[in-house]
């Protein structure tokens, strides 16, 4: 990496006349002082001006100090960064898909819509539901919509005062805020020691507010990466008071093939394509959150966007599906667990595994075991770039202090899953003998430990606006 480039902008490169490019002469030149003076520029713009080179190099030097699935391990909890087959990307990139346009005759776009209709039928097969709606464009907005469909069916029965959504207290954010969005309220229920939902509690609350709750929103496995082995049961309980299932499909990785939700009672759900099914997602999008309903449900759908849906997205998905097969569809969850154990196993001597057992794709440790060196989650996580590797999810979920959210997936090699554990115990011995060579992490990137709050509350987006800011 250049560090002497990095850190420059293209306007501090510039130098006045230099040029990239020539363009041929002006036929009109002669006409501009046709136009209105007004309308005529009285400064000189405030363009870069480069010779080509360094156009190609800052912006190639700039290119390298990103990380992605396609240059290092990725092992971000809750996000699925799995790889992403380039045949998925050139299958997007059909000029008969990427040329369509939205607004083209139905009778032409046929062939796009055969291609929807395949994958709502593996979506289908995979999840046990009867229909999916393509319009919602991310998992959270699966979940709004999904919500709507609920909402709808309750009102479609006249059954107006089911406001309340039961949540688990260990959910991704989404989920309350996609309830609330919704305008319904949430109720949350507890988890016990070994981080599943506490029936007891739910049972509390399901007497307390049972004609009142429209549904409980669920993933399984949760976003401690445990499965919910008493799901049937929660139905059970859902239904019994009039409520209704709803699935985040955010953790489907680890069941495909092997469950369906469909099959465990839940009614309604989004699948996040861009997680399970092999999107690049980086740096918030693309994404697509399908929802599936079961027969009978399809006809409460909102419209929630215009047309089909982030189309590019689904193509991806659906060349995912069909280059692995029903086979070899199956053999995703259990590679994905079998990893996510092995890295739990090899490592929880010296980070704290606060719940020990199985676990599905992914894991939370709490931190160091070690808690007298005063080294903490963030700066492992900032001390794993100095390594090389991108930092798991860190300080979520929100049920322990020091949450470090590790995921490998399913198609990650023996050898980049021993070299990522043999760094992680690396950093533990540093953070014993050497704790403020952690603490003082990262060292080998182009810049220090960034202020994320000052970063995410005082954006600087303009070059003039940093001009401003040194006058
Ligand atoms: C990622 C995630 C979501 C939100 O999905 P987006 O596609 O990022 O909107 C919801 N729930 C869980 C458990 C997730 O991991």
């Known amino acids: 990496m250049n560090n002497k480039l990095y850190g420059n902008l293209i306007f501090e490169l510039s130098h006045e006349g230099r040029r990239g490019y020539s363009l041929p002469q002006n036929k009109y030149e002669h006409k501009s002082s046709e136009l209105p003076a007004t309308l005529r520029r009285q400064e000189k713009a405030q363009l870069p001006e480069c010779d080509e080179m360094t156009v190609v190099r800052h912006y190639t030097n700039l290119s390298l100090n990103n990380f992605g699935v396609d240059n290092g391990f990725y092992p971000l909890g809750s996000c699925t960064m799995k790889y992403n087959p380039k045949i998925n990307e050139e299958m997007a990139a059909l000029p008969a898909f990427q040329n369509l346009h939205p607004l083209q005759p139905d009778h032409t776009v046929e062939g796009a819509r055969t291609a929807i209709a395949a994958l709502e039928h593996y979506l289908c097969r995979l999840t046990g539901l009867a229909h999916f709606t393509f319009k919602p464009y991310a998992g959270a907005h699966g979940e709004l919509t999904g919500l709507m469909v609920i909402d709808n069916y309750h009102r479609s029965r006249g059954d107006e005062k089911r406001r309340k959504v039961i949540v688990p207290d260990s959910a991704h954010g989404t989920n309350p805020a996609s309830a609330a969005v919704c305008g ?27 004609t009142n709750i429209a549904a409980m929103m669920m993933t ?248 401003n800011d040194a006058d």
């Open 220 to 467: 399984n496995p949760n976003t401690l990466g445990l499965f919910e082995c008493q799901i049937p049961e929660i139905a059970k309980l859902i239904h019994d008071c009039g409520g209704l299932m709803y699935y985040d499909g955010a953790n489907l990785n680890p069941m495909l093939g092997v469950c369906r939700p469909g099959d465990m009672g839940f009614d309604v759900m989004h699948i996040n394509l861009h997680k399970t099914f092999s999107t690049p997602h980086g740096g918030g999008g693309p994404g697509s959150g399908p929802v599936g309903v079961r027969e009978g449900l399809q006809e409460f759908f909102p419209v929630v966007s215009p047309y089909h849906g982030n189309f590019a997205v689904m193509m991806r998905a659906l060349a995912y599906i069909v280059t692995l097969g029903g086979n070899h569809v199956k053999e995703v969850g259990p590679l994905a667990t079998l990893n996510a154990n092995y890295i739990k196993e090899s490592l929880k001597d010296v980070y704290e595994l606060p719940i020990d057992g199985l676990c599905c794709h992914e894991f939370v440790f709490d931190g160091l075991k070690d808690k007298s060196t005063g080294v903490t989650t963030m700066d492992v996580a900032k001390r794993l770039l100095d390594y090389g590797y991108h930092a798991p999810t860190i300080y979520f979920p929100l049920l322990f202090h020091e949450s470090l959210m590790i995921e490998p997936t399913e198609n990650e090699s023996r050898d980049t899953i021993d070299g990522f554990i043999a760094v992680m115990r690396k950093i533990a011995e540093e953070a014993k003998n050497d704790p403020d060579l952690v603490k003082s992490a990262p060292h080998n990137t182009p810049i220090g430990r960034v202020d994320d709050v000052l970063a995410a509350k005082h954006p600087i987006v303009t070059y003039r606006q940093l001009l």
């Open 184 to 210: 319904l309220e949430i109720i949350e229920v507890k988890s016990t020691a070994n981080g599943l939902v506490d029936l007891e509690d739910l049972e509390r609350l399901v007497s307390e507010e049972g």
